[in-house]
């Protein structure tokens, strides 16, 4: 961080809440490249509500979602906002916090000022009508995520939250470390033990796509921890032994297959079985590389269009394609003779519970998961770690940003 950021950061006693702050801003007239979407300016510390608390933000993860914001697509964050009449016409990114507590709300139960905090990016209405029907907040009709959805995010000195947000900080950890993992970790853990029968099991073989980026390396562990065979596909062996060194059995080198992206129509009879042949390869390298010819009783999928048709394909008779993002397009083909011939489930899949959170801290807590911190940028550098994440070129795991921790 530079001097003058620290002569700003001058924080306030514990206990009260600063007025401006310097952060990262994205605004609508910058959407594009990630590396020139973000910005350094100064801005007012937003109120702390009933059940808030103020977050002083020691570092900050680097997630793809603020690589979407950047675009302003899928969605424009800032103007679907501004449809729901906030007036703030910039976005603070950042959907993943260490920190220390610096203020907090009216109804503020359990943290106090000087605690040392994680941050999930899952935020809902409490009071919310499905919830107090017994809901998991998580699929809320009020659930958005904080630094995405909603505007204030970790890449800024102070950062506003919901209580329930907030974990306790693994003390083994440095602030970046803490910063870098949890997005990815609990949403990995929500994929593979949220969704009963569908859980991870002691012997089952589980397909990781991406398994040395954010979500993959964490999957990978988990899957390790519950006494999975984890196999991942990478794009260089590089990577592959990176997701080895993590405990997965092999890898596959997507490079060495072509028949990705969306499924032929299934009435074309030549270009479909061009199409299976391509699958089938890919298939025969999964057994490989498990040493035995079992299919993936799961399959953690976030690439998307590129991907689907083969999870779907792959995934063993009732087993699941558990999904949680569409880094390559949104139309996901399902040929659905696979579907309910061999009774598979597709199930989408975002972020995680409070519940979720607090169990991956806890693992993270124990030594048992590894947040696989690859890379620190300083504050200005939240447009260049975004750019490098948008073009896949990060070395593998997690990235954070360091903002009022030094280095
Ligand atoms: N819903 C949620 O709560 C949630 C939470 C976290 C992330 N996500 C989403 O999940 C996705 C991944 O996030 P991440 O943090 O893991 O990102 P990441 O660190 O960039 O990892 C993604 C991996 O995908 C692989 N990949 C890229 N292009 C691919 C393609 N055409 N086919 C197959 N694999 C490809 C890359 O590995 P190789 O090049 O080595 O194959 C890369 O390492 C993003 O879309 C993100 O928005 C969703």
């Not at 103020?54 to 302003?72: D, F, I, S, T």
């Not at 905090?117 to 919830?131: G, S």
């Not at 505007?151 to 329930?164: C, H, I, K, L, R």
């Not at 976030?302 to 699941?320: E, F, R």
Request: aromatic share 8%.
């Amino acid at each position: 961080m530079t001097k003058d950021l620290y002569e700003l950061g001058d924080a306030p006693p514990l206990g009260q809440a600063p007025k401006r702050m310097y952060a990262s801003l994205i605004r609508p007239e910058r959407y594009g490249a990630p590396v020139d979407a973000f910005r350094t300016e100064v801005v007012d510390v937003p109120a702390i509500g009933r059940g808030q608390v103020l977050v002083k933000v020691m570092a900050a993860g680097v997630n793809y979602n603020n690589v979407w914001a950047a675009l302003g697509e899928p969605l424009d964050v800032i103007a679907s906002r501004q449809k729901r009449g906030e007036p703030q016409d910039f976005h603070i990114g950042g959907s993943d916090a260490s920190g220390i507590v610096w203020a907090v709300g009216e109804g503020v139960r359990v943290l106090k000022p000087g605690d040392e905090v994680v941050v999930l990016a899952n935020q809902w209405d409490e009071t919310a009508e499905d919830i107090r029907l017994g809901a998991d907040p998580s699929t809320s009709h009020s659930q958005r995520i904080w630094g995405y959805e909603e505007n204030y995010g970790s890449f800024a000195q102070f950062t506003v939250v919901d209580e329930y947000q907030c974990h306790p900080k693994p003390q083994r950890l440095s602030w970046a470390e803490a910063a870098c993992y949890l997005a990815t970790a609990a949403t990995a853990y929500r994929q593979l033990f949220g969704w009963a029968p569908h859980t991870v099991r002691p012997g089952d073989p589980v397909l990781v796509w991406g398994g040395a980026g954010g979500l993959g390396a964490m999957a990978i562990q988990l899957v390790r921890w519950a006494g999975g065979i984890p196999v991942a596909v990478v794009s260089s062996d590089e990577r592959g032994k990176h997701c080895m060194d993590l405990g997965a059995k092999g890898y596959l080198n997507r490079r060495d297959f072509d028949h990705w992206g969306r499924l032929p129509d299934t009435s074309d009879d030549e270009a479909m079985a061009a199409w299976l042949s391509g699958a089938r390869a890919f298939g025969r390298a999964f057994w490989d590389v498990l040493g035995e010819r079992r299919a993936p009783r799961i399959v953690l999928e976030h690439s998307g269009q590129d991907t689907v048709p083969t999870s779907m394909y792959l995934c063993d008779n009732a087993g699941m394609v558990v999904l949680c993002g569409g880094t390559t397009g949104y139309n996901g083909d399902v040929d659905l003779r696979f579907l309910w011939m061999r009774q598979k489930r597709l199930q989408g899949s975002h972020c995680s519970n409070a519940q979720e959170a607090r169990a991956v801290t806890q693992l993270v807590d124990q030594g048992l998961l590894d947040p696989c911190l690859s890379l620190t940028f300083d504050f200005e550098q939240v447009g260049a770690a975004h750019q490098l994440l948008h073009d896949n070129q990060h070395p593998t795991g997690n990235m954070a940003v360091l903002v009022n921790a030094g280095r």
